[in-house]
């Protein structure tokens, strides 16, 4: 997806991927937190492309 496109809210993931809302709602904070994606109150989640230098340096350290 381009960076900044909208992504569908969690209940559609969830459909889409066949897993329970609760961990569509987990896998999108885990992605927020490595600076992933963007969630913006009533609008939806972002992609925002590459990942910060923070989010990078804490990929790496746990694998």
Same mark, same amino acid.
Request: proline content about 5%.
């Given at each position: 997806?381009?960076?900044?496109?909208? &992504?569908?809210?969690?209940?559609?993931?969830? #459909?889409?991927?066949? +897993?329970?809302?609760? *961990?569509?709602? &987990?896998?999108?904070?885990?992605? &927020?937190?490595?600076?992933? !994606? +963007?969630?913006? &109150?009533?609008?939806?989640?972002?992609? +925002?492309?590459?990942? *910060? #230098? #923070?989010?990078?340096?804490? *990929?790496?350290? #746990? !694998?």
């Amino acid at each position: 997806m381009d960076p900044m496109s909208a &992504r569908p809210l969690y209940v559609q993931l969830a #459909d889409e991927y066949g +897993v329970a809302c609760l *961990t569509a709602r &987990r896998a999108a904070r885990e992605l &927020r937190e490595r600076g992933l !994606i +963007v969630t913006v &109150r009533g609008e939806g989640c972002f992609d +925002v492309g590459q990942p *910060t #230098d #923070d989010a990078s340096e804490e *990929t790496e350290a #746990d !694998i």
